[in-house]
């Protein structure tokens, strides 16, 4: 799915989802105040929250989008090889709830409604050999797609003139340059799906 361009237009948006909900729900960790999320037709997101401008908070929130696929997929991978998957079934539903709270256009609104429409499904209607499957697919879906969208910024940010990806934000507010935060990203993903493949065997 992410390496064929029809799915991987489609199923981008998924990973969109996943990105924009680790920047909200870091935002409410670190105390600053959740104020919109946007979903994009052409897989961009963003998500709005306040607090300060600098400082531990914000850097969190920032370098969260583009982590949260990776360890959201070795997260899931974890719990179902303990026979834990309700955990990442309920998560993400509780997370889905949160975002339509905040979800501030159609689109947005369409894609968590549908996810958690499955999600839902998921945990009420469907029996363990499903769940797992599908927690499993999605999980190593994102393992992979994660690097993939870490390329993709690094295309962009040569392409394009603007610096507002989050790796600008980042260097923005520690001084170090964009290309060390893409570079920081890549490694992460990569060791999120290299410690997923050892879980595994």
Not at 84 to 100: C, K, P, Q, S
Not at 132 to 158: C, E, G, K, M, Y
């Amino acid at each position: 799915m992410t390496v064929v361009p029809p799915a991987w237009r489609f199923t981008r948006h998924l990973v969109t989802l996943v990105h924009e909900a680790g920047h909200a729900v870091v935002a409410v960790l670190t105390g600053r105040r959740l104020n919109a999320i946007r979903l994009h037709t052409d897989t961009s997101g963003l998500t709005l929250s306040t607090g300060k401008p600098r400082g531990p908070g914000m850097m969190a929130t920032a370098a969260a989008g583009y982590l949260t696929p990776a360890a959201l997929g070795l997260g899931s991978v974890a719990l179902v090889r303990v026979d834990e998957t309700d955990i990442a079934l309920y998560g993400g539903l509780a997370v889905l709830a949160l975002m339509l709270v905040f979800i501030r256009n159609w689109f947005g609104l369409l894609v968590v409604g549908i996810s958690g429409a499955v999600v839902a499904a998921l945990v009420w209607k469907a029996d363990q050999r499903v769940q797992d499957f599908a927690a499993l697919t999605f999980a190593w879906f994102l393992l992979i797609a994660a690097p993939r969208t870490v390329l993709d910024l690094w295309s962009h940010r040569r392409r394009s003139r603007t610096r507002t990806s989050d790796a600008d934000i980042l260097a923005r507010l520690t001084h170090l340059p964009a290309a060390l935060w893409n570079l920081l990203f890549l490694l992460l993903t990569g060791a999120a799906l290299g410690a997923a493949v050892w879980l595994v065997g």
